[in-house]
């Protein structure tokens, strides 16, 4: 039976599939980390619904609340109305919230996916701003719609300006650790501030702090304060993808927790829905000035996704799991950085809290170089380079390609309004 569907899936299917080429599993139960093929045999999920599963897959707690919808007869799409299911979401979901985000909030549901809500976050930023560039990152990915592919790593968007995002392994600089990621900070300092640099007045600046397909890049948080600097300094509203690193992931609730920053505007998706699709931005309620009817979408109200979200956020929160996910995070990365010692192969180990990453190499090629200690956990450290590498080259019209050079000339840190440090609810 497994092969007969595997057979006409595959030959009926897109050339777009990726994982499901690689891997001929047909799963038909679920539970926890662990899946069940068809075949009887059993695997650990490490796909993990590409980050939806918070508590894995069908957690009693995500089961009974989709159960008590069904049994309760409630509309299950609505659109826009009020509900009591969409209610529990909305104030569960901003109990967690950083609370100088909570307490001056709006939200739009968006749907269904993560990509949406990006989009819904970019036309917000632009309407609220009356502008239209955008300042995104190398390896950025937001995903597969116009204009969150714009805004992702090979954005060809005139309006979008590509800076370069701190990482210590393939530091753009080939420095890495806190100077490599001062200097991405100083590079997007200049470029705002040369009024010959050719990039339109931006919008909204959009990054993720810890960058997941880009390769599992935690942003230092020193770099993510400098950001948040940079663009409350110039009235340009911070948008923060947490599509990946929300709910524990990270070891905070959310990703921007660990470094205090606060951003005018907060995508999620993914883990919010509790494994079902769901997507919203939360922003500041000053930039809630588009008009009625201008984000809208027949599937924003989806109130299964809701009601597993909800039961999702509250037993993350009550049960202080992002706490967990930091204590099992350092956990496995000594682990996996004591086997990186044993296998050349190993080029990085990185990552914050569960969100890990480790990247293979070929141990013949020099390494691509590394920096020292930053966010991420450097394990080998390779032969450094000092220009920018090919696969990361700033494609701007800008007149300081090289590096910056006057090291003496940090700006000091304004006092801003919107970075606060905040610590996780208490329960
Ligand atoms: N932003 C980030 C940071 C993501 O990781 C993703 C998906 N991997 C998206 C946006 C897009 O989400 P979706 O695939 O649900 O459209």
Request: glycine share 12%.
């Amino acid at each position: 039976e497994a092969a007969g569907i595997l057979r006409r899936q595959s030959a009926r299917e897109s050339a777009a599939r990726t994982y499901a080429r690689a891997l001929p599993i047909v799963p038909v139960r679920a539970r926890g980390m662990t899946i069940e093929g068809a075949d009887g045999r059993r695997y650990l999920d490490c796909l993990s619904g590409a980050g939806t599963l918070a508590l894995g897959h069908n957690h009693p707690v995500v089961l009974e609340s989709i159960r008590t919808v069904l049994d309760s007869g409630a509309p299950l799409h609505v659109l826009d109305l009020a509900t009591p299911v969409k209610d529990a979401f909305t104030t569960e979901l901003f109990r967690t919230l950083p609370p100088a985000l909570a307490d001056r909030a709006r939200i739009q549901f968006c749907g269904p996916a993560g990509t949406d809500a990006v989009e819904a976050a970019l036309k917000l930023a632009r309407t609220a701003t009356g502008r239209e560039g955008l300042l995104a990152f190398t390896g950025a990915y937001h995903g597969m719609t116009a204009g969150a592919l714009e805004a992702s790593g090979g954005a060809r968007d005139v309006r979008v300006a590509r800076l370069p995002y701190p990482q210590d392994y393939r530091c753009p600089f080939g420095i890495g650790g806190a100077r490599g990621a001062e200097l991405a900070a100083r590079w997007t300092e200049n470029l705002l501030d040369d009024t010959k640099s050719g990039v339109p007045a931006p919008a909204a600046m959009i990054l993720e702090p810890v960058q997941g397909e880009g390769g599992v890049l935690p942003a230092p948080d020193a770099w993510l304060r400098r950001m948040r600097e940079i663009t409350a300094a110039r009235g340009i509203p911070l948008i923060a993808d947490e599509v990946q690193t929300g709910v524990g992931r990270t070891g905070a609730f959310w990703a921007v927790e660990h470094s205090g920053i606060v951003p005018d505007i907060l995508v999620l998706s993914k883990a919010i829905g509790g494994s079902l699709p769901l997507a919203v931005v939360v922003y500041r309620d000053d930039l809630d000035v588009w008009p009625p009817g201008a984000h809208a979408g027949t599937f924003r109200g989806n109130q299964l996704a809701m009601a597993a979200g909800a039961a999702t956020l509250a037993y993350v929160r009550e049960n202080r799991l992002a706490d967990r996910a930091a204590v099992l995070g350092s956990r496995m990365l000594a682990g996996l950085r004591s086997l990186a010692a044993d296998h050349p192969c190993i080029g990085e180990v990185r990552g914050l809290g569960l969100m890990l990453g480790v990247e293979l190499v070929d141990p013949g090629e020099p390494g691509p170089g590394a920096g020292e200690s930053g966010a991420a956990a450097r394990v080998r450290p390779g032969p450094q380079q000092h220009a920018l590498p090919q696969q990361q080259a700033l494609p701007l019209p800008h007149p300081q390609h090289s590096l910056p050079q006057q090291r003496g000339h940090q700006k000091q840190p304004q006092p801003q309004p919107h970075t606060q440090s905040h610590d996780l609810p208490d329960t």
